[in-house]
């Protein structure tokens, strides 16, 4: 599936140019029949990186294991065994959840291994530096007057 087919993954992205191999199967749970999607999603994600403002590549690889719920009580039951997705409407929208569990795995602050930040530091010897000469008054000297 195109990357740039989710919406809201699109937003985080520096290029949205990547495919993402998608590979499901739906059953129902042995004892409470429940539904159950298991299966992977793979892929590379071009996002931003957060020091120097360029193109980082970010592996996605996502095992599925998850029961579809309607209760939140159910929910607390099945997760010692399973992970769970609470449907509120008894429906889900496929590539909502796809585009849920991809961005799940994406990492709050990408970076690189090592860049060079986007603002080039300057660099100066302290003899280079001009001492900044301020009039600027003493906030207490106010205080010397009240002492009299």
Not at 108 to 119: R, T, V, Y
Not at 124 to 142: G, R, S, W, Y
Request: hydrophobic share 40%; charged share 30%; with cysteine.
């Amino acid at each position: 599936m195109l990357v740039k087919q989710f919406p809201r993954l699109k937003e985080i992205l520096s290029d949205d140019s990547g495919v993402l191999a998608i590979d499901l199967a739906f059953d129902r749970t042995e004892i409470t029949r429940l539904p159950i999607v298991t299966g992977h999603i793979k892929g590379e994600l071009s996002l931003v990186c957060q020091r120097c403002l360029q193109s980082v590549s970010h592996r996605v690889e996502s095992e599925l294991n998850i029961v579809f719920t309607t209760s939140d009580e159910e929910a607390e039951r099945l997760q010692s065994e399973y992970d769970t997705w609470t449907v509120e409407d008894e429906r889900i929208f496929l590539q909502d959840f796809i585009e849920d569990e991809v961005l799940l795995g994406v990492p709050l602050s990408a970076l690189h291994d090592e860049c060079e930040p986007f603002i080039p530091l300057i660099e100066a010897l302290p003899e280079t530096i001009e001492p900044q000469q301020k009039d600027v008054k003493n906030p207490f000297a106010i205080l010397k007057d009240l002492q009299k």
